[in-house]
């Protein structure tokens, strides 16, 4: 991972990432905050019919030779795809995974990190009714299914569908894998049951259910610290929402640590402000005990990042104390604009004694923050994934890092994937805004 280490770190201590004290590595200007965002590729949806599906979440292999992104499927049936990154500045697609029925779409697709040559896609339900009472089909098929694409008889041109898993409830809308383990955690979508289910996968081709565990809601995501042997999940809505963390020391019977809860807090009243509606993201940031949480307003006043200390300070697994915020740089009232300006999925990158925060923040197209003081996060750069599509809005639904190769990987649901390199250099532009060719604020409102 590109990175100064831990010792690059402490010398940041707790000032912002533009004021730290300490010899600039080359490339820095401290008049401006840290953060910088350049594009590096893109592959548009195939040329025969551009807007044959809506793309989704992304995913990276460890050694970020293979990207993935799951998707509803449109006018072709098609909810998972594959690429070959070997060039970072010309993705390849190398095939499109037709879904088992056309009642079926996905949410997330995630490669297994112990076995070369797996992934497992989401599935759940194409209408879905409303978001807070979702009715599924009864004959679509809602659960994983396991792809091998190279592990043993697949192949990155013919890939197999090894295994399907259903679940009890109503689908699944996201999952996890755990780094060391062959376990996954599958959010199945349920308001007032346990959320979350632990998932045996030691044999590809049977996975098990264990254990259906954690406090009834619907949780919309989950991840793993391995380190500290936890599990932390975003519960939108139902019975709980808000911030749990579990034990996973075994990790097939997780126990639960903490709870913030959502509604205790105030609600968005203001930009600039935080509020505590909708928890939608949380990703660990484990080099500093620290995890990153967004909200997903698609009304009013758009949802931002909370920065959780979670050790950092005085904060703890058991008691997650919010401790920073920021909206996306362009963020404002969404009357006008539902969604627009709502932050999506997001993860973290280190670079040259930075921490970076880079998102998939729909209209805002892919953002980068610096939160080297978690206290204060500031956006630096934004780039508007509106490229090779006519008259189409930015629409990135998440950003994903690859920290063998150092770039991220981000999807947008009209115009494909984007590769990304995302550096501590100083930020180009002012206000968030990197160089001007890089996003157009008028035409997007126009458009």
């Not at 639960?256 to 959502?262: A, H, I, K, P, R």
Request: glycine share 12%; hydrophobic share 30%; proline share 9%.
């Amino acid at each position: 991972m590109k990175r100064t280490g831990m010792a690059g770190l402490a010398t940041v201590g707790l000032a912002s990432g533009s004021t730290a004290a300490r010899t600039d590595p080359p490339g820095h200007d401290r008049r401006r905050t840290r953060g910088r965002l350049t594009p590096l590729g893109q592959k548009l949806p195939p040329e025969d019919n551009p807007d044959h599906v809506t793309y989704t979440f992304g995913h990276v292999n460890t050694d970020g030779t293979w990207g993935g992104a799951s998707s509803f499927a449109g006018e072709s049936a098609v909810i998972s795809s594959l690429y070959d990154l070997s060039d970072l500045e010309d993705p390849e697609l190398v095939h499109e995974l037709a879904p088992p029925n056309d009642l079926t779409r996905s949410n997330d697709i995630k490669f297994d990190p112990l076995r070369e040559g797996l992934y497992i896609r989401a599935l759940e339900a194409n209408d879905e009714g409303s978001f807070f009472e979702p009715e599924p089909d009864p004959d679509g098929k809602f659960g994983i299914e396991v792809v091998d694409f190279g592990w043993e008889e697949g192949t990155p041109e013919n890939p197999e569908v090894l295994a399907y898993l259903e679940t009890p409830n109503m689908g699944v809308h996201k999952l996890t894998e755990h780094p060391e383990e062959p376990v996954l955690y599958l959010i199945d979508k349920v308001t007032d049951e346990p959320g979350l289910i632990a998932v045996d996968i030691n044999d590809p081709r049977n996975p098990e259910i264990v254990e259906q565990f954690g406090p009834p809601g619907y949780c919309h995501d989950c991840e793993v610290e391995a380190g500290r042997e936890a599990l932390h999940a975003a519960y939108i809505i139902g019975e709980t929402v808000g911030y749990v963390t579990f034990d996973i020391s075994d990790p097939l019977d997780p126990t639960q640590l903490g709870f913030f809860d959502y509604d205790d807090q105030p609600e968005y009243t203001a930009i600039g402000e935080p509020g505590f509606e909708l928890a939608h993201q949380i990703h660990p940031e484990p080099e500093r005990e620290l995890a990153i949480m967004g909200d997903e307003q698609f009304s009013g006043i758009p949802g931002g990042k909370h920065i959780f200390d979670t050790g950092w300070d005085e904060g703890s697994l058991e008691d997650p104390q919010p401790i920073g915020f920021t909206h996306s740089p362009d963020a404002r009232d969404q009357e006008e604009y539902p969604g627009a300006w709502t932050t999506h999925f997001h993860d973290v990158v280190y670079d040259r004694g930075e921490v970076l925060l880079i998102d998939g923040g729909y209209s805002q197209g892919a953002w980068v923050a610096n939160i080297t003081n978690p206290e204060d996060p500031t956006p630096t750069e934004r780039y508007a994934t509106d490229d090779g599509i006519d008259d189409v809005t930015p629409y990135a639904w998440g950003a994903f890092y690859n920290e063998a190769r150092e770039f991220a990987f981000v999807t947008d649901s009209n115009t494909g994937v984007y590769t990304f390199s995302v550096s501590g250099k100083a930020a180009r532009g002012k206000d968030g805004g990197g160089p001007g060719s890089h996003y157009d604020l008028e035409a997007i409102l126009e458009g």
